[in-house]
């Protein structure tokens, strides 16, 4: 008895549950359809709707005509919101009857500069960005690309994915990804540097002066881009051009010791002793104990005896 009793409860619970989840249900019939500004059917976006009575709601997507439908649908109140990577969001609400055909909701969405991150592909974005931190590229890699297929406005994310092959030491195809953004954003400084380090780190060191070579100088804010930069230039001893990238980083960052230490050195291979001995001195004042400053101390007996 106690069993059967048990049963019924469970079958009751479940079938309360159901009630619940489909609160949104009546005889009612909705239809949109949803395009640019220049009246152009939008595919793919994304249609949130919410019964306002029956407190519950489902989803659905417009298709290659920008249309979407709701069947059987309870009569009322009702939000939508429209979705789609690359347009503004928009949020409307509308009154549904049951007992007559309704108007079809026209939707008109804004496409907007830049990339509009929604809370679910933010929330991808994360996960893969956190397999990446785990050191899990492969699995990162295929993530970010299911993210690219399904949101092709989204293709900075292609640079993701040529970071996860970078780290696999597969420059080819780091490349190729790191280009799909360039192909988009030709004057984007940060994925030339990127292409350009794909370069380097195949020896192919004239194809990566070439690429830094096109990178605009005044676009370049970060110490450590600059410094990689001047880098790349010094060890292929254009020692003016590396000495350029070398004292921007420490103009933009004053105690940033690796820029002043290679100042220092980039002046002795230039022959210009007495900035060697300006860049090292200034040096000292902010590291006076590591190892790396008893070299320059070195350094500055050897020049100031010359």
Known sequence: MKKNSLIILLVLAFTAASVFAQSY?????????VTDQNGKPIEGVKVTLFSVKGAAGFEVTTDAKGEWKAMYIRGGGWNLDFEKTGYAPRKISTTIEES???????????????????????????????????????????????LVAKNPEAYVINKNIGNCYFELQQYEKAEASYRKVLDKEPANAEIMLLIGNCYANRGENEQAMEVYGKIEFEKLTDPNVLFNIGTAFYRQSKFEKAL????????????????????????????NNSEAVRAFEQYLKLDADSPKAAQVRGFLDYLKKK
Not at 25 to 33: A, D
Not at 114 to 143: P, V
Request: hydrophobic share 40%.
């Open 100 to 146: 007559f055909k309704n108007p079809v909701v026209e939707t008109r969405l804004e496409k907007v500069e830049g990339l509009i991150i929604s809370d679910e592909l933010k929330a991808a974005l994360k996960l893969g960005n956190q397999l990446f931190a785990e050191k899990k590229y492969e699995e990162a890699i295929a993530r970010f690309a299911d």
């Open 244 to 271: 350029k990238y070398y004292r921007r980083s420490v103009e933009l960052k004053s105690d940033f010791l690796d820029g002043l230490y290679q100042v220092g050195l980039t002046y002795i291979s230039l022959q």
């Open 25 to 33: 249900r009546g005889q009612g019939r909705m239809t949109g359809v």
